[in-house]
């Protein structure tokens, strides 16, 4: 049995996947472009075999785990993928695993074999890793020879879909899209309500029960929301109008609590923050 993976890209997502895969005995080399610290301060951090692109050759699956950013005009920008995806290749034979979020338009020129969305939250990333509630396969062309980790994986999730990218690609942006979505709603609403002297949270906590993404608190933001909310919009433009309101909605709402209420409370945190 081979429980040997390569992960390009130590961010956030990166280091959650090699920490989670480390847990449950698999041995994981890792490769970034800049000297990495060990953001989960978790003491298994020492045992991902950081290696130099370079140097090293194997045949072992690799899982690509860097950041997909946009440009400044909200255009999603997939560099970093190219060139992790380039390195993957350059290492050595084996299947390709990408796992930064990338938009379902944009599969063409990549040269993958599986796309696998991440959906982890940073504060229990490791966790949700070896355990997720959501493992979503798109392949390329068939899935009947999945690694080693992936079959690992599809044993302790919740619910596993099997698909094409693109489908993996809708899945991923549905999600996020849907946070802040629900996020702009109940703070839209509580905003109606609180500048006409009303009690808004006694009424949003009854209705949403302070479910997450359904309590009323600061804008979304983070790392994901924003930047993939955006990168959908400038992608399918005319197409999205509920998503152009909600960036609206939200701005908005950023704008008001920011002048009258700016003590209100994060949805979420970061494991730094917490
Ligand atoms: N952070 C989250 O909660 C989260 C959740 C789900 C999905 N995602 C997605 O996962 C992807 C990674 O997110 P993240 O938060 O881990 O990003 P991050 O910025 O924390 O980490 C990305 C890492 O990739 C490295 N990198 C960039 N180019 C590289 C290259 N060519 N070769 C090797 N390493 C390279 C960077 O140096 C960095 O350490 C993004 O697409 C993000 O949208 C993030």
């Not at 255009?75 to 390195?87: E, G, H, P, Y």
């Not at 804008?219 to 998503?243: M, Q, R, V, W, Y």
Request: aromatic content about 10%; overall charge neutral.
């Amino acid at each position: 049995m081979n429980k040997e993976v390569i992960i390009i890209g130590l961010g956030w997502v990166g280091q959650a996947n090699a920490l989670a895969l480390i847990k449950d005995e698999f041995i994981v080399h890792g490769i970034d472009i800049r000297t990495v610290n060990n953001i989960y301060k978790d003491p298994d951090f020492n045992k991902i075999k950081i290696s130099d692109a370079g140097s090293f050759t194997s045949d072992a699956p690799k899982i690509i785990c860097v950041n997909a950013l946009n440009d400044e005009h909200g255009k999603q920008d997939l560099s970093a993928v190219f060139s992790a995806l380039k390195t993957a290749r350059q290492i050595g034979g084996g299947p390709v695993i990408l796992r930064s979020t990338v938009l379902p338009t944009k599969f063409k020129n990549l040269d993958f074999d599986l796309f696998v969305p991440e959906f982890l939250h940073e504060l229990h990333a490791i966790e949700e890793a070896r355990k997720p509630s959501l493992l979503v396969i798109g392949s390329k062309k068939s899935a009947d020879n999945l690694p080693q980790f992936l079959l690992h994986w599809k044993k302790s999730a919740k619910r596993v879909f099997l698909g094409t990218p693109e489908e993996a690609a809708f899945i991923k942006y549905l999600s996020n899209i849907w946070n802040a979505l629900r996020i702009s709603h109940v703070n839209e609403m509580g905003n109606i309500m609180r500048r006409r002297g009303m009690n808004h949270e006694k009424v949003l906590d009854f209705f949403f029960e302070r479910k997450p993404y359904l309590k009323y608190g600061r804008e979304f933001s983070g790392h994901c929301l924003p930047k993939d909310a955006l990168a959908f919009l400038t992608e399918f433009n005319e197409e999205a109008k509920l998503i152009s309101a909600m960036h609206e909605s939200n701005e908005d709402h950023k704008r008001y609590v920011k002048e009258h209420h700016p003590d209100v409370e994060a949805q979420y945190f970061r494991i730094n923050e917490a």
